[in-house]
């Protein structure tokens, strides 16, 4: 039996837009430097964009919709509440997604050398 937090993670990963699409294409199968990355993964009470548990490492793909201020403050609630959990979340636009996919890698890089330099 699927748990709800599961069946809501796999529609989220069947309805990806563009920019999350082109992000998985940078991130899966441990392609930036052989850091495994889970898309549209559970942790505690929400579902991250793309995570990577090695890196403890959130990032988040931001439509314009999270320009809103209600957004704005409740993406302000998750991060504090994955953040406390020991993860570091990193935002980027749909924008910088489809236009700067080489941002993506250079953070997951940056990140990776503040771990273990």
């Known amino acids: 039996m699927t ?4 069946a809501f993670a796999r529609s989220l990963r069947q309805d990806a837009g563009l920019a999350e699409q ?3 294409a940078l991130l899966r199968s441990g392609q930036i430097d ?3 990355f889970r898309r549209q993964h559970p942790i505690g009470r929400y579902v991250a964009d793309f995570a990577c548990d ?4 959130v990032i988040e793909i931001d439509g314009g919709i999270h320009d809103r201020d209600e957004v704005v403050t409740l993406d302000h609630l998750r991060q504090t509440e994955l953040e406390a959990l020991g993860g570091t979340v990193l935002r980027f636009t749909n924008a910088q997604a489809l236009s700067e996919p080489e941002a993506i ?3 997951v890089r940056a990140h990776a050398r503040l ?3």
């Open 34 to 36: 052989d850091h495994k």
């Open 22 to 24: 082109r992000a998985w």
């Open 115 to 117: 771990i273990a330099p």
């Open 3 to 6: 748990s709800k937090r599961t």
């Open 105 to 107: 890698t250079a953070a």
């Open 54 to 57: 090695r890196l403890r490492l």
